[in-house]
């Protein structure tokens, strides 16, 4: 749409945006949990046990930490482990917009969530996030700080995209 938000760009110039999803409470939650988990382990000398703080760990690592890049390719979001991972093509991109995120009321929750509206949600704190409206009504959300010059890069490229397709 033509009052969605964009960058300048020369013809033929090329850009890329990269951010980091990361943070929140949650992540504070799950840290308590792997050291009481593995001081229990300890105390307790029940080795087995020790596999509890190392898989939240890598749930935490999975869930809670994620690279967001924007170029000419579109959307690309990742965990910071590589997976899970998702995408969306600048030829699927309808418009994106930078919103504010209630992990709770909006999505149930932190993690890779759906939200109440349809939208798929990678939430890891409440706050501004990056939302790609795509093609055939889907949505996907990201908190991430500097959302709004995501948006205006991924809006412009979307529409170069579109222009030259």
Do not use: C, K
Not at 7 to 32: C, F
Not at 114 to 125: F, L, P, Q
């Amino acid at each position: 749409p033509d009052d969605a938000p964009r960058v300048s760009l020369r013809p033929g110039e090329r850009a890329a945006w990269v951010g980091r999803a990361s943070g929140g409470p949650m992540v504070l939650v799950a840290m308590g949990a792997i050291v009481l988990t593995t001081v229990l382990a300890l105390v307790l000398r029940e080795w087995a046990l020790l596999l509890v703080p190392v898989v939240l760990g890598l749930l935490l690592a999975a869930m809670m930490s994620w690279v967001v890049r924007v170029d000419e390719g579109g959307l690309s979001v990742r965990s910071t482990l590589g997976f899970p991972r998702t995408r969306v093509p600048t030829d699927e991109v309808v418009r994106a917009d930078v919103a504010d995120v209630s992990p709770m009321r909006d999505f149930g929750g932190w993690g890779w969530r759906a939200g109440r509206d349809g939208a798929v949600g990678i939430v890891v704190r409440a706050g501004e996030s990056l939302r790609v409206e795509r093609t055939g009504g889907r949505a996907l959300v990201v908190t991430v700080d500097d959302a709004g010059t995501a948006a205006a890069l991924l809006n412009t490229l979307a529409d170069r995209a579109r222009r030259i397709g």
